[in-house]
């Protein structure tokens, strides 16, 4: 498609849930038996990255991992329920972008937690594509913003990714797309981003 495109993160940029993901791995970590995560640990090494490289770097056994990885879907799943709310003044500035631009989500998270948080945020009707796991290799992998660039028929240089952290940035770089770096909703405006589609890109 011709024109512009916006392609959001999820968690730490549309969201903040990096507290509901900390809970909700050490609750199923310790149900399990697991040694739980310090927040620094969870901050420096495990914000970011899907579910099943969190066990990887955990070194979780073969034969706990369904069971680790089921309790901490169902807790996130029960956390979201109770905690995530419409924020308007985001939707506000999403629903401005989404008049310029094209507006998708690229997530690591699965495809269910991604729409229920979308659904309880009331963020769903400026997200015109879906981009979740477990369809595409995770980031830093390009792959998740290379399948949304095809999917839609996008040009990176009229594209731009929102990401909180170096591991979805260092995904959108290498598929060739320029990234936005935020700390969290907090930063998303419709002038914040759309000011980035006017900064000179170097040959």
């Known amino acids: 498609m011709e024109g512009r495109a916006v392609l959001f993160d999820l968690d730490g940029t549309l969201c903040d849930l990096r507290?509901?993901?900390f809970q909700a791995l050490?609750?199923?970590?310790?149900?399990?038996?697991?040694?739980?995560?310090?927040?620094?640990?969870?901050?420096?090494?495990?914000?970011?990255?899907?579910?099943?490289?969190?066990?990887?770097?955990?070194?979780?056994?073969s034969w706990a991992r369904y069971t680790v990885y089921d309790r901490?879907?169902?807790?996130?799943?029960?956390?979201?329920?109770?905690?995530?709310v419409p924020d308007w003044r985001l939707n506000k500035e999403v629903a401005k972008i989404g008049r310029e631009a094209f507006v998708a989500v690229v997530s690591n998270a699965?495809?269910?937690?991604?729409?229920?948080?979308l659904l309880r945020s009331r963020l769903g009707p400026y997200v015109k594509m879906l981009i979740a796991g477990p369809h595409a290799r995770p980031k830093?992998?390009?792959e998740p913003y290379e399948k949304a660039l095809?999917?839609?028929?996008?040009?990176?240089?009229?594209?731009?990714?929102?990401?909180?952290?170096?591991y979805g940035a260092e995904s959108a770089e290498r598929a060739g797309i320029r990234c936005l770096r935020v700390s969290g909703p907090s930063d998303i405006s419709y002038d914040y981003v759309m000011s980035v589609f006017d900064v000179e890109v170097a040959v």
């Open 19 to 21: 507290a509901l993901h």
């Open 26 to 61: 050490n609750k199923a970590l310790a149900e399990s038996g697991f040694k739980e995560i310090t927040h620094d640990e969870h901050v420096s090494t495990y914000d970011g990255l899907p579910t099943e490289k969190k066990l990887d770097l955990l070194g979780i056994p």
């Open 72 to 84: 901490k879907q169902t807790n996130t799943m029960s956390l979201i329920r109770e905690f995530v």
């Open 110 to 117: 699965r495809n269910e937690t991604c729409v229920s948080v």
């Open 140 to 142: 830093p992998d390009k």
């Open 150 to 166: 095809i999917a839609a028929h996008l040009d990176p240089s009229q594209t731009i990714a929102v990401e909180d952290n170096h």
